[in-house]
T-cell receptor, first 114, second 111 residues
Framework: DVKVTQSSRYLVKRTGEKVFLECVQD?????MFWYRQDPGLGLRLIYF???????EKGDIPEGYSVSREKKERFSLILESASTNQTSMYLC?????????????FGPGTRLTVL | DAKTTQPPSMDCAEGRAANLPCNHS???????VYWYRQIHSQGPQYIIH???NNETNEMASLIITEDRKSSTLILPHATLRDTAVYYC????????????FGKGTRLSVIA
């Protein structure tokens, strides 16, 4: 079975902390994505990456950065966590152009910033 | 902004067909219709996609109108496990572009 895993299901951090959310996929996918999901706002794209060391801003990149040093791993970084970053974070990956481009999602990390 | 319109919620009796509509009146010729669903506390899951022909897989059927301005996702025999939020998304394929999610339809399957 294809798999996208995220480092934690639940995470509690304090305001001002630097937070790392890790995502790993085992499908040799080129494309990886970070979304956040909030009640009433749905899923919104934070950052995505088409290849190692490449990144593109999504709709709401402010307050976040990303790292893709290896193909299978895409990290989301909250440089200085704030309470308005309390959310569900979802990672996804998809194969190369020409495939069905189905995106596979991880189980999500529910982050609470106190 | 999402380019689709879906009813916010629907109910379906267990064992009956669930028909979930989606309006995408501004769809372009090179855009596909994708359906995903999200069961509570899980990540979204791909269901099916199509361009203009009807499609069927082991999970569902997708019926796209001839003018492509709307579509219907059909779960032929809904079970309680199909209770989820269903998202209809239009996107260009090849599409390593991100998905743009709307609010979806919350389907409740009732015993």
């Amino acid at each position: 079975d294809v798999k996208v895993t995220q480092s934690s299901r639940y995470l509690v951090k304090r305001t001002g902390e630097k937070v790392f959310l890790e995502c790993v996929q085992d499908m040799d996918h080129e494309n990886m994505f970070w979304y956040r999901q909030d009640p009433g706002l749905g899923l919104r794209l934070i950052y995505f990456s088409y290849d190692v060391k490449m990144k593109e801003k999504g709709d709401i990149p402010e307050g976040y950065s990303v790292s893709r040093e290896k193909k299978e791993r895409f990290s989301l970084i909250l440089e200085s966590a704030s309470t308005n970053q309390t959310s569900m974070y979802l990672c996804a990956s998809s194969g190369p152009t020409g495939d069905d481009n189905e995106q596979f999602f991880g189980p999500g990390t529910r982050l609470t910033v106190l | 902004d999402a380019k689709t319109t879906q009813p916010p919620s629907m109910d379906c009796a267990e064992g009956r067909a669930a028909n979930l509509p989606c309006n995408h009146s501004t769809i372009s010729g090179n855009e596909y219709v994708y359906w995903y669903r999200q069961i509570h506390s899980q990540g979204p899951q791909y269901i099916i996609h199509g361009l203009k022909n009807n499609e069927t897989n082991e999970m569902a059927s997708l019926i796209i109108t001839e003018d492509r301005k709307s579509s219907t996702l059909i779960l032929p025999h809904a079970t309680l496990r199909d209770t989820a939020v269903y998202y209809c998304i239009v996107r260009v394929m090849p599409g390593n572009t991100p998905l743009v999610f709307g609010k979806g339809t919350r389907l409740s399957v009732i015993a």
